[in-house]
Antibody, heavy 120, light 113 residues
Framework: QVQLQESGPGLVKPSQTLSLTCTVSGDSISSDSYYWSWVRQPAGKGLEWIGR???????NYSPSLESRVTLSVDTSKNQFSLKVTSVTAADTAVYYC????????????WGQGTLVTVSS | DIVMTQSPDSLAVSLGERATINCKSSQSVLYRSNTKNYLAWFQQKAGQPPRLLIY???TRASGVPDRFSGSGSGTNFTLTISSLQAEDVAVYYC?????????FGQGTKVEIK
């Protein structure tokens, strides 16, 4: 059974960098059959796609976040990571990691989500 | 970006009755070379992550009850719950995976009347 688990600080100060990691179990992150993605959800609001990373290093980002976001993969730990720089209160949200199938493209597995609050 | 618009924003349905949610995309998500609609539906219960219900607009994901069905093509899609159960109270989202950035509808909240 595939499982994804987000981890990282729950509180980040404004202007600093938000860093989260998603640990994958039950599957190899080195598989060429998936993209590894991040989606966020502010409290009481809808879902926003942040971006995705492929094992080969290819990435795609949301245009609205592209200048501040970096995704990466660590095959030795079966993890992938998200960094968002220069955060503001608008970046406060529950952050989900998810697996996207290739070549189909739909999200079939999600992590439980982790709340990140941006506040001084 | 493809804009996904759902209607209604919320609906209240009696137990055992039908619930219908609509989703419209700002451009077609039908890929003509394989005649597939790149459209998924998700269910999100309070405090939980989204759960994949439907992909390819009408294919139920593993373990999804057959009271959930998806239909539509091109730019207009529908999610139907044929007989609403108490455990179906949730917010439902449509999402296109035709291109990037991936985009979601704003969500439809389903409650019991």
């Amino acid at each position: 059974q595939v499982q994804l688990q987000e981890s990282g600080p729950g509180l980040v100060k404004p202007s600093q960098t938000l860093s989260l990691t998603c640990t994958v179990s039950g599957d190899s992150i080195s598989s060429d059959s998936y993209y590894w993605s991040w989606v966020r959800q502010p409290a009481g609001k809808g879902l926003e796609w942040i971006g995705r990373v492929y094992i080969g290093g290819n990435t795609n980002y949301s245009p609205s976040l592209e200048s501040r976001v970096t995704l990466s993969v660590d095959t030795s730990k079966n993890q992938f990571s998200l960094k968002v720089t220069s955060v503001t209160a608008a970046d406060t949200a529950v952050y989900y990691c998810a697996r996207e199938t290739i070549p189909s493209g739909y999200f079939d597995y999600w992590g439980q989500g982790t709340l990140v609050t941006v506040s001084s | 970006d493809i804009v996904m618009t759902q209607s209604p924003d919320s609906l209240a349905v009696s137990l055992g009755e039908r619930a219908t949610i609509n989703c419209k995309s700002s451009q077609s998500v039908l890929y003509r070379s394989n005649t597939k609609n790149y459209l998924a539906w998700f269910q999100q219960k309070a405090g939980q992550p989204p759960r994949l219900l439907i992909y390819w607009a009408s294919t139920r994901a593993s373990g999804v009850p057959d009271r959930f069905s998806g239909s539509g093509s091109g730019t207009n899609f529908t999610l139907t719950i044929s007989s609403l159960q108490a455990e179906d109270v949730a917010v439902y989202y449509c999402q296109q995976y035709y291109n990037t950035p991936r985009t979601f509808g704003q969500g439809t909240k389903v409650e019991i009347k």
